[in-house]
Nanobody, 124 residues
């Protein structure tokens, strides 16, 4: 099982980035996909997750970030708009089998497969 996160970079505040999470060894349609981030010196936090039960967002990103997936491409996405300096961090995608829960949650310990992370830096 491999999750490959990509799309990070350095942007100015107010700009956008689109992250991708390409999966191999699993079919994302059978998994909840979560996005997490970790800022320097801080704990990892949940950003968004999705599954057939709906999509969920951390309050800090609601209205700015959108999670989606393409089952044909076996890839999940995180569109990030109106980025702020506090969005800076390493972003990780993660997968959890849908059979494990009735909905996804923004708790990293729920997820058993993780990507390597992609750096997002937002300058103000």
């Amino acid at each position: 099982v491999q999750l490959q996160a990509s799309g990070g970079g350095l942007v100015q505040a107010g700009e956008s980035l689109a992250l991708s999470c390409a999966a191999s060894g699993l079919f994302i349609e059978y998994y909840y996909i979560g996005w997490f981030r970790q800022a320097p010196g801080k704990e990892r936090e949940g950003v968004s997750c999705s599954g057939d039960s709906g999509t969920y967002y951390a309050d800090s990103v609601k209205g700015r970030f959108t999670i989606s997936r393409d089952s044909v491409k076996n890839t999940a996405y995180l569109q990030m708009n109106n980025l702020k300096s506090e969005d800076t961090g390493v972003y990780y995608c993660a997968a959890m089998p849908r059979s494990w829960a009735t909905r996804c949650r923004l708790r990293d310990y729920d997820y058993d497969s993780w990507g390597q992370g992609t750096q997002v830096t937002v300058s103000s």
